[in-house]
């Protein structure tokens, strides 16, 4: 079976790597796994696979068409999109067109992530906990639901409606700075808004107390199985400090141990993710793949703050590189519009990963420094490495070519385990001016 996975980073590695290898540890003969465009770092990873495994292919042109014209000259079997533009965008709507099997939601069930206002809609309808919250063009209206939480001593969070590539949201702690965010974003004083059409509308919510948990959810439009949860860590910087990144590691799966019993899981896909698809379906759009719940958890109530419509990133590479579960075959019957067939998405085992992210990301990301130890990293046992922000220099040398560059990854029988071997591999990488996170996980450590 060929397999095309669409992106370029970790996230995608990821997923070629746990698919190639079924439930296993070895890649299999019987599957190809095609990611375009890929990069370098992962291209020379799958070399070493053996023949026929895997490899990087180019996308010859942008956009759903440069999709559907690479699956069919791919001959693909199934597609997968790692990125939410192209899902938003109607990919899985015109690969189907072309009688194409893609793993992934319509782009009628993608406005879940494409449309935060859309978001807060159906979460209402379906009776979702979530934050208080207007969805307005106006900053007048805007206004005065700020100005009841600065009467309150609350806190509010200023969302771009749209995809904005991670830059459309901003958390204001005091809500009085939140009038000249919303004015920022509106484009008030200028041609137009900030982001574009993304954010000629906003959606201003009440800022939530808690812990922020990941929760995925292999869905078929009617029922889900939940996959472990995972806890991403924002914050460029140790204890939580500097600007949000698109994620500098992550933990999971999370258990009781940790905060996260299995009738937290059990609650949250029957009252979030089980309620969201009947509504979706009374809509119309049945969402048939990955559901990402970003949530806040607060005295053990979890309260719903987004929906991404894809596998996140990097929960995604800590969660895969703790299961050893096929899931190629639910993958496919989901794509085919089936029921989910039995699958076992938790693990006993735990993992963590640790992003090498470039030297002046996330605003200014250099680029070019050479990248060093990757198969001294590998040594280490139980680690893993994913290439995100990898190309080629003229030499032949990997070099960074994105803001995050890697996501190295440890496997173990406790966090203790995984986080030690993950830290050790990092360890043995030499990117100049690479920064990284030294507390990833700390809070889940012995414990």
């Known amino acids: 079976m060929r397999v095309?996975?669409?992106?370029?980073?970790?996230?995608?590695?990821?997923?070629?790597?746990?698919?190639?290898?079924?439930?296993?540890?070895?890649?299999?003969?019987?599957?190809?796994?095609?990611?375009?465009?890929?990069?370098?770092g992962m291209a020379r990873d799958f070399a070493r696979w053996g023949p026929g495994r895997a490899r990087c292919a180019p996308l010859p042109r942008g956009g759903v068409d440069g999709v559907v014209a690479l699956a069919r000259a791919e001959r693909a079997d199934l597609v997968i999109v790692g990125p939410e533009q192209p899902l938003v965008d109607g990919v899985v709507d015109a690969l189907a067109a072309a009688d194409i099997l893609c793993f992934g939601p319509s782009a009628a069930a993608a406005r879940l992530e494409g449309s935060k206002a859309f978001m807060k809609d159906v979460c209402a309808r379906a009776g979702v906990r979530g934050a208080a919250f207007v969805a307005t063009s106006r900053v007048d209206e805007a206004r005065r639901f700020i100005d009841e939480r600065v009467?309150?001593?609350?806190?509010?969070?200023?969302?771009?409606?749209?995809?904005?590539?991670?830059?459309?949201?901003?958390?204001?702690?005091?809500?009085?700075d939140a009038v000249a965010v919303v004015e920022d974003m509106l484009g008030v004083g200028r041609a137009a808004p900030r982001f574009g059409d993304a954010s000629r509308t906003v959606v201003v919510e009440d800022l939530l107390p808690g812990v922020e948990l990941s929760v995925f959810a292999l869905c078929d439009g009617h029922d889900a199985a939940l996959f472990g949860a995972a806890r991403d860590h924002k914050r460029l910087h140790d204890e939580d400090?500097?600007?949000?990144t698109g994620g500098m590691g992550a933990v999971g799966p999370l258990d009781q141990r940790h905060g996260v019993p299995a009738s937290m899981l059990a609650e949250v896909k029957e009252r979030v993710v089980l309620p969201v698809l009947a509504e979706l379906r009374a809509r119309g759009a049945p969402f048939r793949g990955l559901l990402f719940a970003g949530l806040m958890v607060d005295g053990g109530v979890?309260?719903?703050?987004?929906?991404?419509?894809?596998?996140?990133?990097?929960?995604?590479?800590?969660?895969?590189?703790?299961l050893d579960v096929d899931l190629l075959p639910a993958l496919v019957a989901v794509a085919r519009g089936e029921r989910l067939p039995p699958v076992a998405l938790q693990s006993a085992d735990k993992a963590a990963v640790v992003v090498l992210a470039a030297a002046?990301?996330?605003?200014?990301?250099?680029?070019?420094?050479?990248?060093?130890?990757?198969e001294q990293a590998e040594q280490v046992q139980g680690a893993q490495v994913f290439c995100a922000g990898v190309a080629e220099d003229p030499a032949g040398h990997l070099a960074v070519a994105g803001g995050r560059v890697l996501v190295v990854g440890g496997r173990g029988a406790s966090f203790d385990d995984a986080l030690d071997r993950a830290y050790r591999a990092v360890d043995r990488i030499r990117i100049a001016g690479a920064q990284v996170r030294r507390d990833i996980g700390r809070s889940v450590r012995a414990r």
């Open 4 to 40: 095309l996975i669409v992106g370029s980073g970790g996230r995608e590695h990821a997923l070629a790597w746990r698919l190639a290898r079924g439930a296993g540890t070895a890649p299999l003969s019987d599957r190809e796994m095609v990611v375009a465009p890929g990069n370098a």
């Open 151 to 176: 009467r309150a001593g609350l806190g509010v969070v200023v969302k771009a409606d749209g995809l904005c590539a991670g830059k459309g949201v901003v958390v204001c702690p005091h809500a009085p």
């Open 241 to 244: 400090r500097g600007p949000n």
């Open 302 to 322: 979890p309260q719903v703050l987004e929906f991404n419509v894809r596998f996140g990133d990097p929960e995604t590479e800590a969660l895969l590189l703790a």
């Open 360 to 374: 002046g990301y996330p605003d200014d990301p250099q680029q070019g420094a050479i990248i060093e130890g990757l």
